[in-house]
């Protein structure tokens, strides 16, 4: 199973309006690469707190991703804004204790390509470097 | 209200280095409001320290602690059932907390995690501006509800210097001219004449004359 | 060692009087407040000696006054409320009396933050109008802040600094006449090279009835090059260079722009001794004293009165 990776502890944070059947659309990548990510949706990306990135690599993320709306698409207008100034803000307190800024990123979704979270997070690992054999459909008929 | 920020990691780091067992203590007053020292704050920076504390090897343990106050003396005894427990406090108080604790438990060691630094009030989320210096004898009566002792970079009673231009302070462009502001103010409420009487030095013994000032009231007290 | 002051006995005596200046060195070299006074003697009735201006750290102006003094000149003792606090000041104004020093100007100084000790603490325990008031006390009733009498009183000319350029401008001259009812006998102004402001501030200045009441000394600081115009105009609180000072420097070849500075000082003196209520000029010509004698004799101010 060298698919599942590299062995990186993910945890993705993400604006639910992103995807509105996230809760399925997660299981088939949640199955695959198991203890390897976690998905934590928020009401908006403007929700998260810094303490819960902070909290998201204490427990063992080596990355966290926050996934945000397309900039100006978000509906409490600027969530997403709020969420690029959290994510600058905790990658400065990181710094500060050694870690790369980089163990935290932000990833603006771009207007004229919806899609849904499981793409999303393919894309992601796909930048990894993780190529994935298993496609979502294939990981359905497992379930 | 009291603004604080937080000292840079390092710093905290250097003073915990001979500490184990840390209790670190937020106040849930003036540096919660101004995001520095409560109960988010005492968590993003336990995370930190603990993520280092990992990092380097070093093991540590932190309890999580903020208080509504920690500069009155019914909010810190909450402190007693657990302090004995911890090599040090980390306090995220103002600096009046940090010594109102060190007092009540004087075989403690306490350390401040913040850099106390102004009076001042919340201009907008996330900007706070000084607007007093606590002087003890306050004047805004006669300047248009404008301090000159915290807002003029030189404290002018008899402002404004020669510096003001298109009503930025010579010292930071970024803030008005504190006299500017007076002089217009009293011109609109057509009290411009107050500014033609010189103001006489200020009793600075008010603010500092003889050590640590004290207030105290009869009737307040039990 | 009862001597005058000899800016107030030309003034008094309704001459138009002229002074400059000397920023004393950044170290400990007599020689070079002596040098420039030598420049400077015969040309100017007196000599201001700045006090650690720009908020850096110099040889102390009273010092250096004491050392014109000993020459036989007649120092302006500058004085900044930004380093000392009102024990200090009053202290060092009895020491400048007993000193033969016979001239104050009582400024609040330049911000610490823009010196070379930025991280100094910025005493202002009192401002430059308070300073005035106190120094008035001093002298005039023998009294220092707070009312203890003195043994003896200082003997002091009073000055202060007006700068018709800064803003609000409407104020600017209500500021003077807060100055001179604080105690200020004379003023030196800013810089001047928008002569159309200045004319406009010294109507608000005889409006107000003050110009009977104070010596104005218009401020002259020639300009060396188009570059410093540039940078003054841009980095110097409370410079006003029109433009058309500056295009004209620049219209000059290089070699020829110190030549030119002179001549606009020299311009504008003539000017402002056509300017009712200006009394005199005060010439800063920073680092470049040599400028002053070429100015003062082609303003036709030379040679001074015996005063």
């Known amino acids: ?52 990135l902070m909290r998201a690599l204490e427990s063992g993320a080596d990355k966290v991703y926050l996934i945000t709306c397309p900039e100006g698409a978000c509906r409490h207008r600027e969530g997403n804004l709020r969420a690029k100034k959290r ?39 796909a930048r990894e470097g993780v190529t994935s054999s298993v496609n979502p459909n294939d990981a359905d008929i497992e379930k | 209200m009291i603004t604080a920020e937080r000292k840079p990691i390092k710093e905290i780091k250097e003073m915990l280095a001979p500490y184990r067992k840390i209790l670190v203590v937020g106040c849930g ?37 903020t208080l509504d106050r920690q500069c009155v003396y019914e909010f810190i005894d909450q402190l007693t059932e657990v302090i004995d427990q911890y090599d040090v406090v980390l306090s995220l108080a103002c600096g009046a907390g940090v010594q109102a604790v060190a007092e009540v438990f004087p075989r403690v060691h306490i350390l401040p995690a913040l850099n106390t630094t102004f009076l001042g009030e919340t201009k907008e989320a996330g900007l706070w501006v000084e607007n007093c210096r606590g002087c003890g004898d306050c004047k805004l009566g006669v300047f248009a509800a404008v301090c000159p002792v915290t807002r003029c970079a030189k404290g002018l009673f008899n402002g404004p210097c020669g510096g003001s231009k298109t009503d930025r302070c010579e010292v930071d462009p970024d803030v008005p001219c504190a006299w500017q502001l007076i002089v217009s103010r009293l011109e609109d409420t057509g009290r411009l004449d107050l500014l033609r009487k010189v103001h006489p030095p200020a009793d600075w013994s008010k603010q500092q004359g003889k050590g640590p000032r004290k207030i105290k009231r009869e009737d307040q007290r039990t | 060692m009862m001597t005058e002051s000899r800016l107030k006995n030309v003034l008094t005596s309704g ?16 020689e070079v407040v002596k040098s420039k006074g030598k420049i400077l003697r015969d040309h100017v009735d007196s000599i201001n000696v700045t006090d650690n201006q720009t908020g850096v750290v110099r040889l102390s102006s009273l010092a250096a006054c004491a050392l014109l003094k000993a020459e036989g000149l007649d120092p302006v003792l500058q004085m900044v409320t930004r380093d000392r606090n ?45 300073l005035i008031q106190a120094v008035r006390k001093m002298r005039d009733a023998g009294e220092i802040i707070g009312g203890d009498k003195l043994t003896g009183a200082p003997q002091l000319f009073i000055g202060a600094v007006a700068n018709p350029f800064a803003d609000p401008f409407k104020y600017r001259a209500a500021r003077l006449a807060t100055k001179v009812d604080a105690g200020a006998e004379f003023i030196q102004t800013q810089c001047i090279y928008n002569l159309n402001r200045f004319k406009e501030w010294m109507g608000l200045v005889r409006d107000l009835g003050m110009a009977d009441k104070v010596y ?16 003054m105009a841009k980095n110097v609180a409370g410079m006003d260079i029109p433009e058309e000072v500056i295009n004209r420097m620049k219209a000059a070849p290089a070699t020829e722009q110190r030549q030119e500075g002179i001549r606009i000082a020299v311009e504008t003196i003539l000017a402002l001794k056509e300017i009712k209520g200006v009394h005199g000029v005060h010439i800063m010509a920073i ?21």
């Open chain 1, 1 to 52: 199973m060298d698919q599942k990776g590299l062995g990186i502890t993910r945890a993705i944070l993400f604006c639910r309006q992103l995807d509105p059947d996230q809760d399925v659309n997660r299981r088939a990548i949640e199955k695959e690469l198991g203890s390897q990510i976690r998905f934590f949706p928020l009401p908006c990306s403007g929700r998260v707190d810094p303490l819960y």
């Open chain 1, 87 to 125: 994510i600058a803000y905790t990658q400065g307190l990181i710094e500060e204790i050694g870690l790369d800024r980089e163990r935290l990123e932000l990833i603006i979704t771009s207007a004229g390509d919806r899609k849904t979270i499981d793409e999303l997070t393919r894309d992601i690992l």
């Open chain 2, 29 to 65: 007053s003036c540096v919660a409001e101004c995001a520095a020292g409560g109960e988010k704050e005492v968590g993003l920076l336990s995370s930190a320290l603990r993520m280092d504390a990992k990092a380097s090897g070093k093991e540590i343990e932190i309890r999580e602690m």
């Open chain 3, 15 to 30: 001459k138009f009087a002229v002074t400059a200046e000397c920023g004393p060195p950044k170290g400990a070299d007599p």
């Open chain 3, 86 to 130: 009102r024990i200090a000041l009053q202290s060092d104004v009895l020491g400048a009396s007993a000193l033969g020093i016979r001239n104050i100007l009582c400024l609040s100084g330049d911000h610490q933050s823009f010196g070379n000790q930025p991280q100094a603490k910025g005493v202002f325990d009192i401002d430059s109008i308070q």
């Open chain 3, 216 to 231: 104005i000394l218009g401020g002259i600081t020639p300009l060396k090059s188009a570059k410093m115009a540039e940078y």
């Open chain 3, 287 to 307: 680092e470049w004293e040599e400028a002053v004698p070429q100015i003062v004799e082609e303003s036709k101010l030379s040679p001074r009165p015996q005063a």
